[in-house]
T-cell receptor, first 116, second 118 residues
Framework: AQSVTQLGSHVSVSEGALVLLRCNYSSSVPPYLFWYVQYPNQGLQLLLKYTSAATLVKGINGFEAEFKKSETSFHLTKPSAHMSDAAEYFCAVSENRDSGNTPLVFGKGTRLSVIA | GAGVSQSPSNKVTEKGKDVELRCDPISGHTALYWYRQSLGQGLEFLIYFQGNSAPDKSGLPSDRFSAERTGGSVSTLTIQRTQQEDSAVYLC????????????????FGNGTRLTVT
């Protein structure tokens, strides 16, 4: 079964600094990979997704993620953090099986704090 | 347009009582999911509905949990004889089906129902 590990339950960066949120996955078949964001008191929304096209995926709000099969990673980055980026970020994986795709399995989340 | 709507937004119940949580998906979305979000535990998959196919119940934690989806639209998640460990935020999501494989369609989440079992 597929699984996701997010390293670091809490990451704190200064405004303007690089954001790097780590995600490693485990999957026996080609995966679909996603990052979702949950702003305070709001529902989850999709940031970006990888579905076997380009390995570097660009999402909303300046975020991007790179699929690295050799490292089984899908880390999320943003060159310059903004105060409005403070939120909880979830990495998720779905397996691409011949019988269909599996439901999304989420990581435990990483809370991003941005310091002025 | 309207997003995924969940009700109630908050529910406090006594241990042993039954509760029903409601989800109204986005109109036209054929796939509907229930997840449970506990503090520090991420999102736990519970159940998935896709059109008229049999639901994927593989994530339900016990037989106290059940869900139905009437008319391919509204879904109700029922928890019988609630326990304190059932306290969590229950999230519903819907998505359109794309081709033969719908799971990779982006999920649209509701704001959840926060369940507290005392």
């Amino acid at each position: 079964a597929q699984s996701v590990t997010q390293l670091g339950s809490h990451v704190s960066v200064s405004e303007g600094a690089l954001v790097l949120l780590r995600c490693n996955y485990s999957s026996s078949v080609p995966p679909y990979l996603f990052w979702y964001v949950q702003y305070p008191n709001q529902g989850l929304q999709l940031l970006l997704k990888y579905t076997s096209a380009a390995t570097l995926v660009k999402g909303i709000n300046g975020f991007e993620a790179e699929f690295k099969k050799s490292e089984t990673s899908f880390h999320l980055t943003k060159p310059s953090a903004h105060m409005s980026d403070a939120a909880e970020y979830f990495c998720a994986v779905s397996e691409n099986r011949d019988s269909g795709n599996t439901p999304l399995v989420f990581g435990k989340g990483t809370r991003l704090s941005v310091i002025a | 347009g309207a997003g995924v709507s969940q009700s109630p937004s908050n529910k406090v119940t006594e241990k042993g009582k039954d509760v029903e949580l409601r989800c109204d998906p986005i109109s036209g979305h054929t796939a509907l999911y229930w997840y449970r979000q506990s503090l520090g535990q991420g999102l736990e998959f519970l159940i998935y509905f896709q059109g008229n196919s049999a639901p994927d119940k593989s994530g339900l934690p016990s037989d106290r949990f059940s869900a139905e989806r009437t008319g391919g639209s509204v879904s109700t998640l029922t928890i019988q004889r609630t326990q304190q460990e059932d306290s969590a935020v229950y999230l519903c999501a819907s998505s359109p089906k794309v081709g033969l494989r719908g799971y990779n369609s982006p999920l649209h989440f509701g704001n959840g129902t926060r369940l507290t079992v005392t």
